[in-house]
């Protein structure tokens, strides 16, 4: 029911009865053929490009090739009107039948409405959050949740195959400090003086009931073991109780992934698969033996002024080569990236998706150029980058947490103003934009509060049921009964209503495609406005009221209008992963 696309079908169709020929007699390329709504609704319904495309290949002027175009399409039965405007563009306006037949087949989809498949059913990773395991989740984690989430729901409500992904990074030096921290901790909960905690260990409170349950499991036997055996149970401990920690916190956020992968399954059995990876890479003839220069600016972490392994990197994308086996023989970071990436590929995805924090720019060329030196144009790779949040009360920064020792964490912020305030807000900016979150602006009641403003429609949608419900008598009302109804809205915004309802699936295909799950957030909130400024008008003019007692035919008209509202609502909340309210408290 993507009226857009009916519509560039319809137009497409009129042009191939135009005849057109390009300079060589063959017929032009329709494909650049685009649908939209006018920038200016004042201006009609939908607006198309037809004739400024096509008039180039065809050698006509584009206002007197737009006027033959609209002449065909006042032909249509569902055009009150085509115009031609600027340079030219064809401008339609609608007849009321053809919206208030959209209504009734947007009562019969319900709240699939929108569900497309311009996804093809592609096999799609979406890897976000993979925060290290070395803590509770922290404010700094939460948008790329949220981008993530939201992303992966929009995604497959389009029709993609969706994987939620979440890399569990439990291999690595931070593992080996996080387990020395927690062995202070056990030997504290032992009755041991630990002191300080040293610098480069983690200081934080949450750390504690971990030590405790290994010293009621394991007694001192543990101080008993070689250092290298304790440090392993310490470590394999340590890691499923932050994992079951953050999986928690991420529950509070209504964010569950699909695969928790493990990092230590790349470097197991003699890391076969890191291995394996490296040799399909050499086959394909990108691994050399060399030397890096030394780069400008910080040194990363695997760079040696002497000969290693090295992935031909810039051959297929990336500003540098990258190194993967040090001259040691052993495996850089990045080799553990490269077989991870190709084990996505061998699970026959298609379109990989990370959502990454601002700060792991550096690693966009060389994952991208790592997909195409692995799969060519078999797969499409996305890196999504979230700039950072700040947190703010009234104006003033928020303090850091006392239980994290140094940063606020998720679950005090899902606490104080609830997952629908941080999900929605966290898509009220793009994702490459800074953010700015204010406690108290996201908890008060008013229009400028964008998730409340948005629940408060779904909520007034349900009191409209509610009041119909105990003036008319009716305790419940049947879709088909309302839809049978609808030819009766012919009022101004009853119709824009329904204009800004049909735009909910060409939003959703679009979203999707250019990765933008905020457009939804936005759509959202555009929708409640014109919602809530009808209502306003039936404040003002009680002929415009939802629900009029002597007139139980238009009052199922006007229900079968909310009853569509507050699906779109639900709808689009859903996928945002927020609440649809039926009342607000």
Known sequence: MNIFADFTARIIKAVEALDLKDNDGVSPDLSRIAVEPPRDASHGDLATNAAMVLAKPTGQNPRALAERLAQALRGDKDVAAAEVAGPGFVNLRLRDGFWQAHLTGLLGEGRNYGRSTVGGGR???VEYVSANPTGPMHVGHCRGAVVGDALANLMAFAGYDVTKEYVINDAGSQIDVLGRSVMLRYREALGDDIGEIPAGLYPGDYLVPVGEALAREFGRSLLEMPDDEALAIVKDRTIDAMMAMIRDDLAMLNVHHDVFFSERTLHADNAKKIRSAISDLTLKGHIYK???PPPKGEKPDDW???????????AVGDDMDRALVKSDGSFTYFAADVAYLKDKIDRGFVDLIYVLGADHGGYVKRLEALARAI?????????LLCQLVKLFREGEPV????????????REVVEE??????????????NDAPLDFDFAKVTEQSKDNPVFYVQYASARCHSVFRQASEQLGEANFDRNSLASAVTLLTDEGEIGLIRKLAEYPRLIESAALALEPHRLAFYLYDLASSFHGHWNRGTENPDLRFVKVNDRQLTHARLGL?????DVLTSGLTLIGAAAPTEMR
């Open 304 to 314: 040696e002024d002497r000969e290693q392994t090295l992935f031909r990197s810039t």
């Open 375 to 383: 799969a060519g144009d078999r797969v499409k790779l996305t890196v």
């Open 290 to 292: 060399g030397k890096l």
């Open 399 to 410: 303090r850091m947490s006392k239980r994290s020792g140094d940063f606020v964490t998720l």
């Open 562 to 566: 909310v009853q569509a509202v507050s």
């Open 123 to 125: 096999k799609t990773n």
């Open 417 to 430: 103003v609830g997952r629908d305030a941080i999900r929605f807000m966290m898509l009220y900016r793009k």
